[in-house]
């Protein structure tokens, strides 16, 4: 049964409100992750919560409960010399900063005009109602080190696993 400190694997499709798919990972090669560790977005994780394997959910989850509400603040323009003279600014480019008090934040170059770049530091699932379809392959207890890393591994101990 899924609950906290447990390693889940689980089949899924994604989809926003207007039925785009968004992200999926088949049951043959499903997402794995330790559950409570906020490896996934919240909503999900309470909505998987006492599940078992082999049991199929459709789950809808609140932008509060996924990548946030859309904060039209955080979307800015900022002078070109901010950056390093030497990097190349593309449209679509991820980049973290510090927004104050140690707090990085991931923006996303929207455009490159001139001596301004305009960036959104929103995810781009913000404010986004999210539709997963689930399948739950594999629930197991997980692993002292899995516990004290924070995340859980593959079947061959590595840590290449994927997150939502």
Do not use: C, W
Not at 13 to 41: C, F, I
Not at 58 to 72: C, H, L
């Amino acid at each position: 049964m899924i609950k906290k400190d447990t390693v889940v694997s689980l089949g899924y499709n994604l989809r926003n409100s207007e039925g785009e798919e968004l992200g999926k990972a088949d049951v043959s090669k499903p997402l794995t992750y330790l559950q409570g560790a906020g490896q996934v977005v919240q909503g999900l994780e309470n909505a998987l919560e006492g599940l078992v394997v082999g049991d199929k959910k459709d789950v809808t989850i609140s932008p509060k409960e996924g990548y946030g509400e859309f904060n039209a603040e955080l979307k800015l323009q900022v002078e070109r010399k901010l950056f390093p003279p030497d990097a190349e600014i593309k449209t679509g480019m991820q980049f973290k900063a510090n927004t104050g008090g140690n707090f990085e934040r991931t923006f996303t170059v929207m455009s490159v005009e001139d001596d301004q770049v305009k960036i959104d530091g929103n995810h781009p699932l913000a404010g986004q109602r999210l539709y997963f379809n689930i399948e739950i392959v594999s629930v197991r207890k997980a692993t002292k080190e899995e516990l004290a890393h924070g995340h859980a591994h593959g079947p061959d101990g590595s840590t290449d696993i994927r997150g939502i």
